[in-house]
């Protein structure tokens, strides 16, 4: 069956980084969160959902470990923020050309992330 990776592709990956990306970019909720080159983020989360979804470890490569939530310490996310960014997420998702099923399983990887980011 391969990877989320694998079945996904880096051109359906990089639809749904730069749908998602149009909407947070958007959303005043979380939108703020996001100061630095918006073309970096965009590089990085693709590079960081590669890895994630059992691809090449492109983030770890460039950047290190992950760390996740020590990377998003300075900045102040709460359970709306979390809420704000799986909401754009799944929104996102929905605009791929793929599988009902697989949206789902895409999807259903991100709650637990976004609830461990929450620091504030």
């Known amino acids: 069956m391969g990877t989320i990776y694998d079945r996904l592709g880096d051109i359906n990956l990089r639809n749904l980084i730069n749908k998602f990306y149009g909407l947070v970019f958007a ?4 939108n703020h969160l996001f100061k630095t080159d918006h073309e970096l983020v965009k590089e990085k989360q693709f590079m960081f959902l590669s890895q ?3 691809g090449p470890p492109r ?4 950047y290190g470990h992950p760390m996740m939530r020590a ?3 300075p900045h102040k996310i709460d359970k709306d923020a979390a809420f704000a960014w799986l909401e754009n997420m ?4 929905a605009t791929l ?3 009902e099923s697989f949206k789902d ?3 259903n990887r991100f709650p637990p992330v976004a609830s461990h980011m929450v620091n504030s």
Do not use: K, N, S, V
């Open 52 to 54: 994630f979804f059992g």
């Open 90 to 93: 799944a929104a996102a998702i």
């Open 27 to 30: 959303d005043p909720r979380i």
């Open 105 to 107: 399983e895409i999807f």
């Open 59 to 62: 983030y770890a490569e460039e």
């Open 97 to 99: 050309d793929i599988e």
């Open 71 to 73: 990377r998003h310490l």
